[in-house]
C-alpha cells in the first residue's frame, strides 16, 4: 500500500480583496445603526433584558418590529428612551468608503457570532476552479447536459417535466467525479477556518456593472444608469484585505493520481499541471485555472474601459506570477459571479441560447453573457472585484 | 487461553471542538424547527459525542495507520445486493494492536479477498483469539460552561447552530442549499477512556495497549470526528489529559490517593513514565 501522510498540514489565507461569505438571513435596517464610520448591530436579547422595566419601550419596540421595521427608527427610539445603542450590540463594522447605505445588510457567515471561513466553501471554490482545468472530453459532457436538458425542455409542453436548473449538470457530475463515496474530492479534507475579530472585518457597498449596447451602464432596478451614484448598491459584511486565517488541510495522494475505487484528478486534467506532490500538483492547476480566468476578465474590462479594475486585475496576476510552488490564488464567495463558479467561461452563443431556455428566471443574452458583474465601491468610484484570496499550504 | 486483568488505565480528558462537530443521529428524523440533519442529543437535550462514535473512528483510523486495510484482512460487516459494502479489519493474529485494543467478535467472519472470490464463503470464527475488549469508551457529555454566554446569545439553538451549504450547478450556477446542525467551535466535552491491562498466557501487555491508544488519539486530531468532516467540521483537539492507573491490588484499598502517570495539557506534551 502506498505510504499515506496522516499528518494534516495548514493553509493559510491571505484575504487580497473584500471577501464575503454570506451567510444566511439579511440583516434589516431595525437591527443596525450607523454613527460615524461604524455600524453598530443591536443585539436584542440584551437591549430588552437590560431594558424590561421600560414598557413603554419595549411596547414601541414591539410595534416597530411587528411593522417589519418599515419607517422604525431604531436609532431615535433609543435615544428617546436615553439608551446606548453601543452597549446594546453584538459588534461594530467599520463603513468601507460606504455612500449609500440600503434597507438590509447581506450578513457575513459566522459561528456563534464569530467571522471565519467555512472549509466548505474553500473546498467548494476549489471544485469549481478544479472542474475549469477538466480535459476537454469531461467539459463536453457538461455541453451533452446542456443539450439534453434543453432537448427535454422543447420537448415538454408542461414546464413541470422540463430540467431543473439546480440539477442540470448532475449527470456529468456523476460521471467525472462519481458518487460522494467514490469521489477524488472526498481525500480532500479542509477545516473551517480559525476566527477573525470583527476588527478584520468590514461593511462594504457592491453595485452591478452591466454591458448595454456596448456601453458600461449600473444596475438601478428598473433602469440602468449611466451614473453609478444613481445605481442600486449592496451592502455586505467581509473580510477586510490583508486578513489573514488559518485552518488544515490534508491533501491525500488518492486525490490526485486515484486508487482501486477512485480515479483521480491528475488524469482528468487538461492544464499542464506537472509537480508529483499533491499540494504542488492542486497548486499548479489552480494557478492556469486562476490566469485564464484572470486573463479573460482583463480583457472583458479593457473592451469596456474599466481602467481601474484592469488594473486591479493586472494587481492580482503580478501576486499569481511571484507565488511559491505551495500557493494559489481562487475566488471565493458571494458576488463572484457566473464564470467563477461554472463551466460557462467555456460556452459560446450557441450554448446560451440553449442555456436561456433551460434556465427561465435569469435573463441570458446569448450574445455577451455573462453581461453583468458585480463590483465593490469605495467613496463612489470603481473600487475592486471581490472575493480574491492567496492560499499557501505549510 | 488464559487472560488475567493486571490492572486498568483510565484516561480522562477534554474533547475540544477546534471546528464546529456535527455527530448526527444518523437516521431521518426531522426535528422541531425544521432542521433535516440534527446532532445526537442526550435525554437533558444537549449535544453529546457517544462513546460508539469515538471508538468507531479510532478504530478506522488506527486500521490505516497499522496497515490493516487490505482485502485478505478486511472482513465484510455489511453486504448489499451482493457487494462487501462496509468492511473492517479483525483478524486471529493474537498480537494484533487494532483487534486487541478495540476487539473481535464471535461468530464467522468471511474477508473481503474470499467474499470477491466467493461471495458465499462460509468465513472463519476467530473466537481463539477473541479475549475481552481492552478498550472501553465512555459516551463524552458536554461542558455547559465551554458554551459561553456570548456564543449562546448568537446560537441558533439552545447549544448548536444551524450550518448552511450550497451546492451549485456547474451549468446554471443555480445553487442548491442544505443545513446541517452542529455544536459550536469552541464548546468542550468531557471524557474518559479505559485501557484494561491483560497478561494473556504469561505474557503481560505492559503499556503497550495505552501507546497504541494514545497513537489513535494523535491519529483522530489529524482527521475529524462526525460529519462532513472532509468539509470543514469535527477537528478536535484532546485537552486537560489526566491518566491514571488502577493495578487490580488497587481495587482492594481505598483508590482515593492514587497518583496520575501522566498530566498534560495537550497530546503533544504527553509523556509516558515507563514502570
Ligand atoms: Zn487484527
Known amino acids: ?394 | 487461553m488464559d487472560v488475567i486483568l493486571k490492572g486498568k488505565y483510565i484516561i480522562k480528558c477534554k474533547i475540544k471542538a477546534v471546528t464546529g462537530l456535527h455527530i448526527g443521529e444518523g437516521n431521518n428524523s426531522i426535528e422541531i424547527g425544521g432542521i433535516d440533519n440534527s446532532v445526537v442529543k442526550d435525554a437533558e437535550g444537549k449535544p453529546y459525542i457517544p462513546g460508539s462514535s469515538l471508538k468507531g473512528k479510532m478504530r478506522a483510523l488506527m486500521e490505516f495507520a497499522e496497515g490493516k486495510v487490505k482485502d485478505n484482512l478486511l472482513i465484510v460487516s455489511v453486504k448489499r445486493s451482493g457487494k462487501p459494502e462496509i468492511c473492517i479489519h479483525m483478524c486471529e493474529d493474537i498480537d494484533c494492536p487494532v483487534c486487541g485494543l478495540f476487539g473481535r467478535n464471535h461468530g464467522k467472519h468471511v474477508t473481503k479477498e474470499e467474499f470477491i472470490r466467493n461471495p458465499n464463503a462460509e468465513g472463519k470464527d476467530f473466537s481463539d483469539a477473541v479475549i475481552p475488549t481492552r478498550l472501553i469508551v465512555r459516551d463524552a457529555k458536554l461542558i455547559e460552561s465551554s458554551i459561553t454566554d456570548e456564543m449562546k446569545e448568537n446560537l441558533d439553538l439552545e447549544w448548536t447552530e444551524v450550518k448552511f451549504e450550497n451546492n451549485i450547478d456547474r451549468i446554471t450556477s443555480k445553487a442548491n442549499p442544505r443545513q446541517s446542525e452542529r455544536v459550536p467551535a469552541g464548546a468542550q466535552f468531557l471524557a474518559e477512556f479505559v485501557v484494561n491491562r491483560y497478561e494473556v498466557d504469561g505474557s503481560d501487555d505492559g503499556q503497550r495497549y495505552l501507546s497504541k491508544f494514545i497513537k489513535a488519539m494523535k491519529l483522530l486530531e489529524d482527521d475529524y470526528l462526525g460529519g462532513q468532516g472532509s468539509r470543514g467540521n469535527g477537528k478536535v483537539k484532546f485537552v486537560d489529559i489526566e491518566i491514571v492507573y488502577k493495578d487490580s491490588s488497587d481495587y482492594e484499598k481505598d483508590s482515593s490517593d492514587l497518583k496520575p502517570i501522566a498530566k498534560a495539557d495537550s497530546l503533544d506534551q504527553l509523556k509516558l513514565s515507563t514502570n
Open chain 1, 1 to 394: 500500500m502506498a505510504h499515506e501522510p496522516f499528518e494534516s498540514r495548514t493553509y493559510e489565507i491571505e484575504v487580497l480583496t473584500p471577501t464575503i461569505i454570506g451567510g444566511q438571513d439579511k440583516i434589516q435596517s431595525f437591527e443596525f445603526v450607523k454613527d460615524g464610520d461604524y455600524l453598530y448591530f443591536i443585539n436584542f436579547d440584551r437591549l430588552l433584558e437590560e431594558n424590561l422595566f421600560k414598557e413603554s419601550f419595549i411596547d414601541e419596540l414591539s410595534r416597530g418590529l411587528s411593522t417589519g421595521g418599515r419607517d422604525f427608527n431604531i436609532k431615535d427610539v433609543l435615544a428617546r428612551y436615553n439608551i446606548d445603542f453601543k452597549n446594546s450590540s453584538k459588534y461594530k463594522l467599520k463603513l468601507e468608503g460606504v455612500k449609500r447605505l440600503s434597507k438590509e445588510v447581506v450578513p457575513f457567515v459566522k459561528s456563534a457570532g464569530r467571522f471565519y471561513i467555512p472549509g466548505s466553501s474553500l473546498k467548494g471554490a476549489i471544485r469549481s476552479f478544479v472542474t475549469k482545468a477538466l480535459n476537454r472530453n469531461f467539459i463536453q459532457l457538461y455541453e451533452n447536459d446542456l443539450s439534453s436538458a434543453y432537448q427535454k425542455t422543447l420537448n415538454s409542453a408542461d414546464r413541470r417535466n422540463s430540467v431543473d436548473p439546480k440539477y442540470v449538470s448532475k449527470d456529468a457530475e456523476e460521471k467525472i467525479f462519481a458518487t460522494p463515496y467514490e469521489s477524488p474530492f472526498k481525500h480532500l479534507k479542509i477545516s473551517d477556518s480559525d476566527f477573525v475579530s470583527s476588527e478584520n472585518a468590514g461593511v462594504y457597498e457592491i453595485k452591478v456593472m452591466n454591458i448595454c449596447g456596448g456601453q458600461v451602464k449600473w444596475f438601478a432596478g428598473r433602469s440602468n444608469e449611466d451614473d453609478p451614484d444613481r445605481a442600486v448598491s449592496i451592502i455586505a459584511e467581509g473580510i477586510k484585505p490583508g486578513a489573514k486565517l488559518i485552518g488544515s488541510i490534508k491533501i491525500e495522494k488518492d486525490f490526485v493520481e486515484g486508487n482501486q475505487v477512485v480515479r483521480g484528478i491528475k488524469e482528468k486534467i487538461g492544464v499542464n499541471a506537472t509537480a508529483t506532490s499533491p499540494t504542488e500538483f492542486l497548486a499548479d492547476v489552480l494557478k492556469a485555472v486562476s490566469k485564464d480566468y484572470i486573463q479573460r476578465e482583463i480583457n472583458f474590462y479593457t473592451r469596456y474601459k474599466q481602467a481601474q479594475i484592469v488594473s486591479e486585475y493586472q494587481k492580482l496576476l503580478n501576486v499569481l506570477n511571484s507565488l511559491d510552488k505551495n500557493q494559489f490564488l481562487i475566488q471565493i464567495g458571494f458576488s463572484t459571479g457566473y464564470l467563477s463558479k461554472t463551466v460557462g467561461i467555456f460556452f459560446n452563443k450557441n450554448h446560451f441560447e440553449k442555456l436561456a431556455k433551460v434556465d427561465r428566471q435569469s435573463k441570458i443574452y446569448p450574445e455577451l453573457f455573462p453581461k453583468t458583474r458585480r463590483l465593490v465601491f469605495k467613496n463612489g468610484q470603481v473600487w475592486t472585484v471581490p472575493g480574491w484570496i492567496k492560499v499557501t499550504i505549510k
